[in-house]
């Protein structure tokens, strides 16, 4: 992200995500060292069902993840949040600027 190559955040939808507004900014903290810290703008939101709806959505590229399969992007999301949570938030692409 600090590349400014990813342009777009996968979170679920739940309540935290849902204050998010457009030109809101947020503040991301590199885990697991959380000794940096990357302020961006929010210049878009979109929800989505599911994590597969999302990334059949939207280029690979701006996940910076050009070159992913579309089982690569959705194991990998499921590392970090579970088809339970997924099915009772719905998911969240954050479009960011820095």
Do not use: H
Not at 29 to 57: C, G, H, R
């Amino acid at each position: 992200m600090k590349e400014g190559e990813k342009i777009v955040e996968v979170r679920l939808n739940d309540e935290k995500r849902r204050s998010i507004k457009v030109a809101d900014s947020i503040e991301f903290i590199k885990v697991p060292q959380q000794d940096e810290i990357l302020k961006v703008q929010v210049v878009n939101l979109i929800s989505y069902d599911t994590f597969e709806a999302m990334y059949n959505d939207i280029p690979f590229k701006d996940f910076d993840c050009e070159g992913w399969t579309i089982k690569e992007m959705i194991d990998g999301t499921y590392e970090i949040y579970t088809r339970e949570q997924e099915k009772e938030w719905g998911t969240l692409a954050i479009f960011i600027e820095y």
